[in-house]
């Protein structure tokens, strides 16, 4: 292995400014990942070039790849920092590109804002009365609740967005995620309650029928959530309800 | 006068529940996040959340909680807030239950319940290996659906600096920094509940998410808010070992049947099962790990001559272990590149929680009328060492008791903040902004993130699992040469936008005075309770002893005082395990 890890980092120190490329070169040790890396970079804020620099600026939080915040473009692939180990590695230089679908805010760190306003417009959420003792929740078999909780585990990190042709920082659609979460709300036997409000908001502009079903979403999801057969799922549920919709007019 | 808003600073499991419950009854609630709430810690919880439900017809009841809760604690936590705590658990979690909590089920299709460590009932509802996860995912959903109403304001990317506190001694408000634009500003509130959760950045690496500064209570502790118990950090026993991170193994695998041993004379060694028979490999966490260090450090048997030992799951059924543990398996193939059903891990202990934390009455209260606490930032539930799965839990009904305890403190409120003259809130404005503009001036020739590293460093080797006065004594001159070194920072980027630089700087100092309160307060306490061990002092101490550490800051160090703990529903005993 090298001595050192050789970095290419493109940043950016502000939404308005435009992007340069910087290049580092970090001593190696065993067992590093990304994060760990940029970590050491702050350390001793130094380019390749040996000029004195800015610390880079990424997102990171929990570094176990459940957080979901350390979502960047690592030699070309949209993926987590915080587990892209370096002895991993193919190449021996190592691209860090910020997401490019997202606003950057700066360097690395992105914002990512748009993904919870669009839980928020598909009512990603079992519509409860309150959180007082009511006693037990329905009854859920054991085989319904495994699919459900795959789906559940979604972390919002953007991967399937980053992915997705279909969707733009300029596009209305809302994208992979959300849908899967609507099937999973759907289902739940007191989410079905308001299922037909959840489909409504699918079907119109920036709904399910924006996806050209290019399943580039799915080979892109860290936690292998699937997308793309929730959305053809959601796509016979949505049929079926305008049809409903249309006799009992 | 309008007279019903409430701040609360934090997005884990106990803010959101504060944010939910003040929400309901219908008060205008702002919340404070560094992170989007889905990103908050509580997700690294893993293994799930205690309910005596008793679905698994062993006669597990409430008072076993409870018992099993205060023994685990070694007698140290206050016992009426821990009645408390146990008696709401069934009604929270069916509260999550209602909200969707994709929990495992038994073929019946009722929530499913796991063995837990120090305890000897099924007691443990758990989502595969992501429960915390899970909960906190709940609460996310919820919360949205109340900002969707417009009766929740968030402010996600924001940074709690300081309570903003009257001549009355009164809380109103709070000064937050938005760690995009640098902008700091003050805000108005007739209530504030800190929910910041654990500081285990201050060991450097951690089981922690590195958003675990524990700044937060740091800042009010200066601020004259006691810190309490901080001398109490729980090791977890079984953690990857790791350069950047010492990731969370769940107990769950020892509840599922996993087993620890290491190589004596050439064979296995189940050294948990041989020394504690009765409870085996699912003794509670202090003693778990020190047992560990026991076998790796003073007698040398760690696996390849290092320390770790084998976690070993590899006995059980794969398509068992997928559907209960299935979320550490990955976190381990992910970072180890091997299989756990198929190799036994490597672990070692790291520390992983603060039972100690901001003071607080038995209304999550602090000393400073309007300032609440709740979750893992406050010292209420755990004593001197916290049973798994208890975490989930605690965090869950302190947000759940503090968010109403607050609506009923601002409905007794004399003056709304309203009222308060806006110099009040222009003068801790100005003090805040002063420190910053004082830290974008460092250009010294220490780096922050150097300095950080060496506290953790100091805090792992002199303040961790054993402990003894000679070397807590060093570690607290080390601590004490940081602070001096911190001084002659240099902050390397004065830019004014998404600097993350500068607000680590701010918080590094709170965490050396954390570091000091825990050091000291481990000095201090001559006996072994619980976490705290020191083998000059091996036993507990109860006639000196049994009484709760309170850290009041002072400008040359903590100064101690010391309280009864409420001992009134269980006379004291010995902790007993084999
Ligand atoms: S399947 Fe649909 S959502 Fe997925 S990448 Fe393709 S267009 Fe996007
Ligand atoms: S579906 Fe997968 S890729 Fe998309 S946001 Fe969720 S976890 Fe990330
Ligand atoms: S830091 Fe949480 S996913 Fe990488």
Redesign the interface.
């Known amino acids: 292995m090298a001595e050192f890890i050789h970095l290419k980092i493109k940043r950016q120190?502000?939404p308005n400014e435009s992007p340069r490329w910087e290049e580092f070169k970090v001593p190696y040790?065993p067992?590093?990942?990304v994060?760990?890396v940029l970590?050491e970079i702050?350390?001793?804020?130094v380019n390749a070039q040996g000029q004195?620099t800015?610390?880079v600026?990424w997102?990171?939080?929990?570094?176990?790849?459940?957080?979901?915040?350390c979502t960047m473009i690592i030699n070309g692939n949209v993926r987590q920092a915080?587990?892209a180990?370096i002895d991993?590695m193919p190449s021996q230089v190592i691209t860090l590109e910020p997401l490019s679908k997202f606003p950057v805010?700066?360097d690395l760190?992105v914002d990512?804002?748009v993904l919870?306003e669009h839980?928020?417009k598909v009512?990603?959420?079992?519509?409860?009365d309150?959180?007082?003792?009511?006693?037990?929740?329905p009854?859920?078999?054991?085989k319904e609740?495994?699919w459900?909780?795959e789906i559940?585990?979604c972390?919002?990190c953007g991967c399937c967005y980053e992915a997705c042709p279909n969707f733009n920082a300029r596009s209305s659609f809302i994208g992979p995620a959300p849908l899967a979460q609507v099937l999973r709300?759907n289902n739940?036997p007191?989410?079905a309650m308001d299922k037909e409000a959840r489909l409504e908001t699918i079907m119109g502009d920036g709904g399910i029928t924006d996806c050209g079903n290019a399943q580039n979403c799915i080979e892109a999801c860290p936690k292998k959530i699937p997308l793309t057969t929730a959305i053809a799922k959601l796509n016979r549920d949505t049929t079926l309800y305008s049809i409903g919709r249309w006799f009992n007019r | 006068m309008s007279k019903n808003k409430i701040i609360v600073v934090g997005g884990g499991l106990a803010g959101l529940?504060a944010v939910?419950?003040a929400a309901?009854a219908g008060v205008e609630v702002e919340a404070f996040s560094l992170?989007?709430f889905?990103?908050s810690?509580s997700?690294?919880a893993q293994g799930g959340i205690n309910a005596a439900l008793n679905t698994k017809g062993e006669n597990d009841s409430i008072q076993q909680h409870f018992e099993d809760t205060i023994v685990g604690g070694d007698f140290l936590a206050n016992q009426t807030p821990v009645k408390g705590l146990v008696e709401a658990a069934p009604?929270?979690i069916?509260?999550f239950?209602?909200?969707?909590v994709?929990?495992?089920?038994?073929?019946?299709?009722?929530?499913d319940l796991r063995l837990f460590g120090g305890v000897k009932n099924r007691r443990t509802a758990f989502?595969?290996a992501?429960t915390g996860?899970?909960l906190l995912?709940a609460l996310d959903?919820?919360v949205?659906?109340w900002?969707?109403k417009g009766k929740v304001k968030e402010y996600?990317g924001w940074e709690f600096l300081s309570a903003v506190v009257d001549d009355e001694g009164i809380c109103r408000g709070i000064v937050a920094q938005d760690l995009?634009s640098m902008e700091i500003r003050a805000f108005r509130a007739d209530a504030v509940i800190l929910a910041t959760g654990g500081a285990g950045m201050i060991y450097g690496k951690s089981t922690n998410?590195?958003?675990c500064t524990g700044s937060a209570a740091g800042a009010v502790y200066r601020q004259g808010v006691p810190f309490a118990n901080g001398e109490f950090v729980q090791f977890h026993p079984t953690a990857m070992p790791?350069?950047?991170?010492l990731?969370?193994m769940s107990e769950a695998s020892r509840g599922e049947g996993g087993r620890i041993w290491t190589y004596k004379d050439g064979k296995p060694w189940y050294f948990l099962e041989e020394w504690y028979p009765a409870y085996g490999n699912l003794v509670p966490r202090d003693i778990a790990s020190r047992a560990i260090y026991k076998v790796c450090v003073e007698m040398g048997l760690g696996i390849d001559g290092k320390n770790q030992v084998y976690l070993d799951l590899t006995h059980k059924d794969p398509e068992f272990l997928e559907?209960r543990l299935g979320?550490i398996l990955e976190?381990y193939r992910?970072?180890y590149?091997e299989d756990p059903v198929k190799v036994p891990m490597k672990i070692f202990p790291a520390p992983h929680y603060f039972m100690g934390g901001i003071y607080v009455d038995w209304n999550h209260m602090t000393p400073i009328p309007g300032l609440f606490a709740a979750g893992e930032c406050d010292y209420m539930y755990h004593g001197a060492n916290r049973l798994g799965a208890n975490s989930l839990l605690s965090a869950a009904y302190s947000g759940?008791i503090c968010g109403p305890n607050a609506v009923k403190y601002i409905k007794g409120l004399q003056k709304s903040a309203e009222d308060i003259s806006q110099k009040v809130f222009d003068r801790e404005l100005n003090r805040q902004a002063g420190i910053f503009e004082a830290i974008y001036r460092m250009d010294g020739t220490e780096?922050p993130?150097?300095i950080h590293?060496e506290l953790g460093e100091t805090m792992i080797t002199h303040v961790g699992v054993v402990r003894y006065d000679k070397n807590l004594k060093l570690a607290d001159e080390k601590i004490q040469e940081l602070m001096e070194r911190y001084k002659r920072i240099n902050v390397?980027?004065t830019?004014r936008?998404?600097?993350?630089?500068v607000p680590f700087v701010n918080q590094l100092w709170n965490m050396l005075e954390l570091a000091r309160v825990i050091t000291l307060g481990a000095l201090n306490r001559n006996e072994s309770r619980g976490s705290h061990y020191k083998p000059e002092y091996p036993d507990r101490n109860d006639e000196e002893w049994l009484k709760t550490t309170k850290a009041y800051w002072t400008e040359s160090g903590p100064r101690f005082e010391y309280e009864d703990v409420d001992i009134s529903l269980l006379k004291p005993r010995a902790r007993k395990y084999d």
């Open positions: 120190n502000g040790k067992n590093m990942n994060v760990s970590m702050r350390k001793n804020p004195k800015t610390p600026t997102d990171c939080s929990c570094l176990e790849e459940v957080c979901g915040a915080c587990s180990l991993k805010i700066r760190k990512r804002s919870f839980l928020k009512k990603a959420w079992i519509n409860i309150g959180t007082f003792d009511l006693g037990p929740g009854r859920v078999p054991e609740r495994r459900m909780y559940s585990r972390m919002t709300f739940h007191t989410g | 529940m939910i419950k309901e992170v989007p889905k990103r810690h997700l690294c009604g929270l069916y509260a239950d209602r909200m969707g994709m929990f495992n089920r038994t073929p019946e299709g009722l929530i989502a595969g992501t996860q899970q995912y959903e919820q949205r659906k900002i969707a996600i995009n998410s590195v958003i790791g350069d950047d991170k990731r969370l559907v979320g976190i992910n970072f590149g759940y780096n993130y150097t590293e390397n980027d830019g936008w998404a600097n993350d630089v």
